[in-house]
């Protein structure tokens, strides 16, 4: 049974910043791509940022230069830094688990947590 564990999640002022968590128990972590998504009250799931087995990474242009994506394969585990937080990067955050060796494509997906960013 695949667990996917988010921490990190809060409330923050404008400017502020968070760290998201992600601890994954999947075979051949190492193999797959990660990937943070985010869902909005009203809108839809969106991509905020990934990172692949070659650890190169890629972001929405609405994060980019504000949030990093990293991965230790030591601990299966994924992080999103997130900096200079702005209200409208508050959102229910989701750590999703890539197909081994595939772009894009997801197995698993996290619970979701919460950021809350306020002006």
């Known amino acids: 049974q695949v667990q996917l564990v988010e921490s990190g999640g809060g409330k923050v002022q404008a400017g502020g910043s968070l760290r998201l968590s992600c601890a994954a128990s999947v075979r051949s972590f190492s193999s797959r791509g990660m990937g943070w998504f985010r869902q909005a009250p009203g809108k839809e799931r969106e991509f905020v940022a990934g990172?692949?087995?070659?650890?190169?990474?890629y972001y929405a242009d609405s994060v980019k230069g504000r949030f990093t994506i990293s991965r230790d394969n030591a601990k299966n585990s994924v992080y999103l830094q997130m900096n200079n937080l702005q209200p409208e990067d508050t959102a229910v955050y989701y750590c999703?688990?890539?197909?081994?060796?595939?772009?894009?494509?997801?197995?698993?997906w996290g619970q979701g947590i919460q950021v809350t960013v306020s002006s």
């Open positions: 999703a688990v890539g197909k081994p060796f595939r772009l894009d494509e997801y197995d698993y």
């Open positions: 990172i692949r087995w070659s650890d190169s990474t």
